[in-house]
């Protein structure tokens, strides 16, 4: 197949993303941790599994657990979804409830409502707290409500695929939905097999990297693949280990918009004194 | 007061956010208070929530006590927090995801390209 000169200045550019990837040597498990990257300061993520919606709130704690067990960063899942109102009411509790999953991650559920709440217009903020904080957030697309909203929200995007290409054609569709909401998204292509070999995701990644090129102008880049625990378990070993899930992408600001905007600076302002309060088990939020 | 009635089958109408224009043209001034079936509690809830103006939401509860007797009454089910208006309605999405014809044909091709490597291999 001839590439045209843009396509193949893309492709070059895809590529020379993809050689960390390349690099890795086969790791003994635990994996070791890797280096903290120098103030990557807070970001937003979320996981988005275009063929199954709803495991979104699955994976966004799966793949969370995954960073930080191999790296410093804390992380935070917050859950937009109907239903979770947890700002306080009749009680003196000044913050919503936190349940901690971990010790470096934890939960927070909001509703629609109290998401337009914490982001909505207001004045300027100027100087918001600073550190080292993913936070990712969870929700299911499909609902459309708040999307916009939340898009706006987002830094990266993990799009976490089966190797098939209708699950990428649903993931385009995705990617082409928050690509017109916020032009600052980026977008990362996770394989859901531990085993597919490396030839096959690679053929699969360039395939979806120049479609999304070709017809939106973004280049999306890929993080290797990772499999749902009970798969790891079921299967015994994992083979390609160079393939395997590269958080290292994420865990830089590199390629971040920055400063962070009105929206996110609002957010996390609201959000920042929530999660650095010193962590002590609370219940769960009851949710009707 | 007055009581209106506005219905559409959900075959008809599938997505929250036609529903909720669909009433907001439907009753332009507003809506006091609506009282919901039972078993739509929550759905009816997440819609209004999409609704510009603010309504307050009630169903209608019944309990037999004494025996033989019944006694009803509407209870109040509207979500607090925020006033509804706190929540205006997004901007229509489903465009923006519809793939083009030259999209499809990518994909399609794939697809093909997909098998074809699977039964190169077999």
């Known amino acids: 197949m001839e590439l045209d000169k843009e396509n193949e200045k893309k492709l070059k550019r895809g590529l020379s993303d993809l050689s960390p990837l390349f690099q890795t040597t086969v790791s003994s498990v635990p994996p070791p941790a890797l280096p903290r990257s120098s103030h990557s300061g807070v970001q937003f993520i979320t996981v988005c599994v275009p063929d199954h919606e709803g495991d979104a709130f699955l994976v966004n704690a799966y793949v969370a657990s995954q960073i930080v067990r191999r790296s410093e960063v804390f992380a935070s899942l917050i859950s937009v979804a109907p239903g979770m109102n947890t700002l306080p009411s009749k009680s003196n509790h000044p913050f919503p409830a936190l349940e901690l999953l971990d010790p470096r991650i934890s939960r927070i559920g909001i509703s629609h409502q109290e998401l337009w709440g914490i982001t909505k217009n207001g004045p300027a903020e100027k100087d918001v707290p600073e550190g080292d904080f993913i936070l990712f957030l969870e929700f299911e697309p499909a609902q459309l409500r708040s999307l916009a909203r939340i898009a706006l929200l987002l830094d990266r995007l993990i799009l976490f695929v089966q190797p098939e290409a209708e699950s990428l054609r649903e993931a385009y569709r995705l990617t082409k939905t928050f690509w017109h909401l916020n032009r600052e998204i980026e977008f990362f292509l996770l394989f859901q097999e531990a085993s597919l070999s490396g030839p096959r995701q690679e053929f699969l990644f360039e395939r979806f990297s120049l479609i999304t090129s070709r017809f939106l102008g973004l280049s999306a880049r890929w993080l290797g693949s990772l499999a749902f625990p009970e798969k790891n378990e079921r299967s015994g070993k994992i083979l390609n280990e160079e393939f395997q899930f590269n958080m290292e992408p994420l865990l830089t600001n590199e390629g971040l918009g920055r400063p962070l905007s009105p929206e996110k600076k609002r957010f996390w302002r609201y959000f920042h004194p929530i999660l650095h309060r010193p962590f002590h088990h609370e219940p769960a939020p009851k949710h009707a | ?122």
């Open chain 2, 1 to 122: 007061m007055e009581v209106l009635k506005a219905s559409f089958s959900r075959h008809e109408i599938s997505d929250y956010l036609t529903k909720a224009s669909r009433i907001q043209s439907r009753f332009p001034s507003g809506i006091s208070g609506i009282l919901i079936a039972p078993d739509f509690e929550a759905g009816v809830q997440e819609l209004m929530e999409l609704v510009k103006f603010p309504v307050r939401l009630f169903k209608y509860r019944e309990e037999n006590s004494p025996p033989g007797e019944s006694v009803g009454w509407l209870e109040e089910i509207t979500l607090h927090g925020k006033p509804a208006e706190s929540t205006p309605p997004e901007e229509p999405l489903s465009l923006c995801n519809r793939l083009n014809r030259e999209e499809l044909r990518e994909f399609i091709q794939l697809e093909i390209d997909v098998a074809r490597g699977r039964h190169n291999k077999s």
